[in-house]
């Protein structure tokens, strides 16, 4: 029997990333993770901090991922509903 575990979180964290290596590497539970949004990864401007920011670490290095695609009419943080993400299986 194969063990698979489907992660869902919102994007790249740095605390996160290594606990996903972890989990590929050391079990026979077959991972991957579904990253609704990109921050942190490409080089996005937050404009409360007023600068481009981007992290510096591997974040995608070393387990099965994937960036769901964003279906929203509208930007990713205008409204609830800027991350708008369809799901297998389900009526979207």
Known sequence: MINKLAIVTSHPIQYYAPWFRFISDTTEIETKVFYLWD??????????????????????????YE??????????????????????????
């Open 39 to 64: 921050f942190g990864i490409t080089q996005k401007v937050d404009a409360g901090f007023k600068q481009a920011l981007q992290w510096d670490i591997p974040l995608l290095d070393g387990y099965d």
């Open 67 to 92: 960036f769901v695609p964003n279906v929203s009419q509208g930007s990713w943080n205008a409204s609830l509903l800027g991350l708008a993400k369809p799901v297998a299986g389900f009526p979207g």
